[in-house]
């Protein structure tokens, strides 16, 4: 019986080792794992079988009572009917398990081939499509430089010229020198106390404007070669979330969480809240026509058209689109045209004023990529480029860069895909630099705009 239990022990190292090598080699190998798990069990029976055909003689031999010989036979084999029994529960579970990994491991393969073939297509299709059109340029945004960035960076903003970039830093401001693509730090500005989400660089001063969680709006200017606070705006009671500026740089309209849009005006060198508009839930994002006379917001389940009447020149709604889904950004793209990203579905709906009905009416819906991931998240706003007539449209995981052609048509033209839908950015006023940062690489990515 030593020997047998010797033997029984060394088998079950053998099948342990063999176990072993098998859950190393389960991703590799899974058409030979079958092999190597039944030939251990195989090994097992065969060899049990033997050993007791060898010491039943010895046995009889030393005389050695009969009942006590059935008794021990029956322990034996029930121990190694449990052995391998268990062993083969054991494989079947592992079996099971490599079969599940491997159809996930195909099914991931295959739809990150199916996105990637996508893109391709619809980059092949638009470009056939602007080559009809020789005036209208093709290009694409080529990486040339990446910036490890731990901290979120919710909002990218430049200067006219685009030589000084200001991001995010949780609740600082970062100052950066901007050259070719290459960025240098000059500054870091703390004036929030919660983290900052949006910016706006003025283009006719050395101005910008800065706002937070902290509810508050800052304006910021530099003196004596160094940023400070000129002016902090109080009145909203929740987190800013989008802020523009009119033309002529004397008109602030702010968007917030508390469900108010608020415009402050320039008097006397100060900022001054005029006008608040509220009864939304959440307003996500704003924008004004070429015209300046006209204001478009998005909230919870409204497009919000406004215009300015009256001799006081108070703004006042003048449509509201009911929505079926929500979205976080739209865009003028010219006087009676708006783009508009809805946060489910493939498209971009394009709205058009009616002079008929003295409303803004959907007249298309335009082909948008996502990603995987197609949940969306609010800021990084929609940004059209007036010079290159060029919109800059993220939506999920995905940086769209879509043109607008001589006959007004909207083309997808270049589907920049990312690792997260946690994803900011912004392009510089001429659109020669695409800037985003996301969550997954945690890198500031800066593209070029190239002409092909």
């Not at 190393?24 to 058409?31: A, E, I, M, S, V």
């Not at 083309?411 to 997260?420: G, P, Y």
């Not at 990515?445 to 002409?451: A, D, L, N, S």
Request: glycine share 4%; charged share 20%; proline share 1%.
């Amino acid at each position: 019986m030593l020997s047998d239990f010797i033997q029984q022990d060394q088998i079950r190292n053998l099948n342990l080792k063999e176990s072993g090598y098998v859950r190393q080699n389960q991703l590799k190998k899974p058409k030979q794992l079958l092999f190597q798990i039944i030939l251990p069990i195989i090994l097992c029976f065969v060899l049990f079988n033997y050993y007791q055909l060898l010491n039943q003689p010895q046995l009889i031999n030393q005389e050695i009572n009969l009942n006590e010989i059935n008794q021990d036979k029956v322990v034996n084999f029930n121990e190694s009917s449990e052995l391998l029994n268990q062993t083969q529960k054991d494989s079947e579970i592992q079996i099971n398990q490599i079969n599940q990994e491997k159809e996930q491991e195909n099914d991931l393969e295959k739809k990150q081939y199916k996105e990637q073939e996508n893109l391709k297509d619809n980059e092949i299709i638009n470009n056939k499509h602007l080559n009809s059109n020789e005036s209208d340029k093709i290009f694409n945004y080529q990486l040339i430089n990446s910036i490890f960035y731990v901290d979120m960076c919710y909002a990218f903003a430049f200067n006219k010229e685009a030589s000084i970039m200001i991001t995010t830093n949780s609740k600082y401001i970062n100052l950066y020198e901007f050259k070719d693509g290459q960025i240098q730090l000059i500054q870091t500005l703390q004036g929030h106390k919660d983290d900052v989400r949006t910016l706006y660089f003025m283009k006719n001063s050395n101005q910008f404007i800065s706002g937070s969680d902290d509810n508050n709006i800052i304006i910021w200017e530099i003196k004596y070669n160094q940023w400070q606070i000129q002016q902090q705006l109080n009145g909203h009671t929740s987190s800013i979330v989008h802020i523009i500026m009119n033309n002529k740089e004397d008109l602030i309209i702010s968007a917030s969480e508390d469900g108010t849009i608020k415009f402050w005006e320039k008097q006397h060198n100060q900022w001054k809240l005029t006008q608040t508009i509220s009864d939304f839930y959440i307003v996500f994002s704003l924008s004004l026509n070429e015209s300046q006379n006209q204001l478009i917001s998005s909230n919870d389940k409204s497009i919000i058209v406004m215009k300015q009447q009256g001799n006081d020149k108070k703004w006042v709604q003048i449509q509201k689109i009911e929505l079926e889904n929500k979205g976080f950004r739209l865009s003028f793209s010219g006087d009676n045209q708006f783009t508009f990203q809805p946060i489910s579905g493939q498209y971009m709906n394009l709205y058009e004023w009616n002079n008929l009905t003295k409303q803004y009416v959907k007249i298309k819906d335009i082909l948008v990529q996502s990603g995987d991931n197609y949940y969306d998240y609010w800021l990084f706003p929609q940004q059209f480029i007036m010079e290159k007539s060029i919109l800059i449209n993220k939506f999920g995981s995905v940086v769209n860069v879509i043109k607008k052609n001589q006959n007004g048509e909207f083309i997808n033209l270049q589907s920049i895909l990312f690792q997260d839908n946690l994803l900011y950015g912004s392009a510089t006023d001429n659109g020669d630099y695409l800037v985003t940062w996301d969550y997954k690489s945690k890198e500031i990515q800066i593209r070029i705009y190239v002409e092909k």
